[in-house]
């Protein structure tokens, strides 16, 4: 048998397993941790655990009742997809558990005579091969209709695959030949090499009857029996600060537990945390210039200079069912939020006491609940999202009458108010949204949108430079699944549109900051997120998208809340 390529699964034959699951070798050796990066093996159970590099906890991934044929952990690390014999589906779940779909059903397995590879995923996670008895299966996630994958076969006797790049698959035939399985006109034809290609990534570890053996000869515990070993992806490099483009901030726990707000400098110096709420922060916004913070703690909003100082109480908040936000506006004179009760809006200085401008509504059939308000540049306006029973669409408020406007036409959570006073709305996904960015005009509320970019591009981020260039952060792929996210740029809103770097990355929850004078782009979100009370958390990690290279922050865990300063 050949020998095995980490990050990736191979199938092994062991005869005569007589080892119970879990059991270290006999030899009494030390353990090889800290691992290079996360382990994955498929159990003789037919169960995929993940080992965990630095404890070697162990923890199982696929459900229960559903044998395990072969796997593999997509780019990233938070995806993986798996074969199971329960109706021959193929499975791309969470890493972290939270969802998953299934791909397709009565797939036949792989040939019994493949030794090698036989499901892997593409660089950028778009796509993933998996080899049935007559051939390859290449699925293209999110390229069928809404946002279902576009799945194409590629005849062949095929034993073995793996991806050279985004557009490359290369397999190899039961006679040893290796094969060049790339799209043309819009199918994927296969076409000989002369030699076998050189193999992608380094060798590490190999397994045997004793389980999964490092190359010092060390053995991981709790390996013995795998019929089969991936490896996740090598977290990132853990640094105090990076050169940034402006600050960064985010919440995190301090030394007690509790919530804070954190300023990470774009000096590259480390963070610090700006403010000390006893009741732990859950929402915040930084005041243009900087200068001013508010929080959300216990029940109150605060106003105050970073330094603590000038702090004024300026509101009690009822936020038992719901995720509080707070806004502030322009000149910095005005601060709008809301709470379970609807949007309000209160001066700054606490001159004035609240103002309730809507009322959510909580009703069966007309739900009408106002969330997130992001003043327009004039300060006239408001808008908010109004969530509904099924979706949310964006809406325009006036600040003196309460007079709302909706702006009907695309369904989505996230928009921005632009200098002439229109609004860009967007999305990444579909189901009660589409993928997209869109332009919609509060003063021709029943005129269509405007598409800037279609349902073809899922849009996670929209920032305007300083200069007027516009910068769009786009998905790979607009249905579930793992996403390689890559920086557009163009001039204007009317585009065109084109790829900035060759580079890109994966993150949760990711926001883009334009390129300053001597850094680029760069975007800031979460790894090995998961949702605590309806809250992405994760780990701080910061992506350079020219060069792909991605740092994660030394910070307390769990990270949320992450915001660039602009």
């Known amino acids: 048998m050949k020998h095995l390529r980490p990050f990736r699964v191979w199938l092994v034959l062991v005869v005569l397993i007589s080892l119970v699951w879990g059991m270290m070798p006999a030899a009494a050796q030390d353990e090889p941790f800290p691992l290079p990066a996360p382990l994955y093996i498929l159990t003789p159970d037919q169960a995929v655990v993940r080992i965990d590099p630095a404890s070697g906890e162990q923890t199982l991934l696929s459900p229960e009742g559903q044998p395990v044929a072969d796997f593999a952990i997509a780019p990233g690390g938070a995806w993986y997809a798996y074969r199971t014999s329960l109706n021959n589906a193929v499975i791309v ?13 009565d797939i036949p397995l792989a040939p019994e ?10 660089p950028d996670a778009a796509r993933l091969a998996y080899l049935v008895p007559d051939g390859v299966s290449i699925a293209e996630l999110g390229a069928g209709e809404f946002g279902d994958a576009a799945i194409q076969q590629v005849g062949g006797a095929w034993v073995d695959l793996h991806w050279a790049g985004p557009d490359t698959l290369l397999a190899q035939d039961t006679g040893g030949q290796w094969h060049s399985i790339q799209p043309q006109n819009g199918t994927w034809a296969a076409v000989s090499v002369e030699s076998e290609p050189p193999d992608p990534q380094p060798v590490i570890g190999s397994l045997g009857a004793n389980g999964v053996q490092m190359e010092n000869g060390q053995i991981v515990p709790g390996t013995a029996g795998a019929r089969a070993f991936e490896w996740g992806p090598e977290p ?17 726990p301090d030394q007690s537990g509790v919530d804070q707000v954190w300023w990470l400098p774009q000096s590259g110096e480390p963070a610090r945390m700006v403010t000390d709420s006893a009741g732990g922060v859950s929402a915040y916004a930084v005041a243009p210039g900087g200068a001013q913070i508010a929080t959300i703690a216990g029940g109150q909003l605060v106003a105050a200079r970073l330094d603590g100082s000038d702090r004024r109480e300026l509101a009690s908040l009822l936020t038992e069912n719901t995720l509080p936000a707070v806004n502030w506006s322009h000149d910095g004179t005005q601060l709008a939020y809301h709470d379970q009760r ?67 036409g695309v369904s989505s959570t996230r928009g921005r108010w632009i200098d ?6 967007w999305s990444a996904f579909y189901g ?6 869109y332009l919609l005009d509060p003063a021709n509320p029943q005129a269509p949108p405007q598409t800037v970019l279609d349902e073809s591009v899922p849009v996670v981020d929209v920032r305007q430079a300083g200069d007027g260039t516009w910068y769009v952060l786009a998905a790979s792929s607009g249905g579930l699944g793992p996403q390689f996210l890559r920086l557009l740029a163009a001039p204007t809103l009317q585009g065109p549109f084109e790829r900035v770097y060759d ?13 300053g004078d ?21 780990d701080l990690v910061v992506n350079d998208l020219r060069s792909g290279e991605q740092v994660q922050i030394a910070a307390p865990r769990p990270v949320h809340h992450v915001q660039w300063v602009n």
């Open 93 to 105: 779940a969470e890493t972290a558990g939270m969802s998953g779909f299934v791909l397709a059903f």
């Open 113 to 122: 005579n493949a030794a090698g590879q036989t499901i892997a995923w593409s």
């Open 236 to 252: 990132p490099p853990v640094v105090a600060g990076v050169p940034m483009p402006a600050d960064l901030t985010y919440l995190a």
């Open 342 to 408: 609807g949007v309000w809006i209160v001066p700054a200085d606490g001159s004035q006491a609240p103002r309730l401008l809507l009322q959510s509504q909580f009703a069966e059939i007309n739900t009408r609940v106002y969330l997130n308000p992001r003043w327009s540049p004039d300060g006239a306006r408001l808008l908010v999202t109004i969530g509904f029973y099924e979706g949310a669409i964006q809406g325009v408020a006036d600040v003196a009458t309460g007079a709302v406007t909706d702006l009907q």
């Open 420 to 425: 002439d006073g229109r609004v860009l709305v």
């Open 432 to 437: 009660y949204e589409v993928p997209g960015l």
């Open 503 to 515: 580079g890109g990355g994966f993150a949760e929850g990711a926001q883009i900051v334009p390129p």
């Open 518 to 538: 001597s850094t680029p782009a760069m975007m800031a979100g979460l790894r090995q997120a998961s949702y605590v009370e309806g809250v992405l958390t994760g």
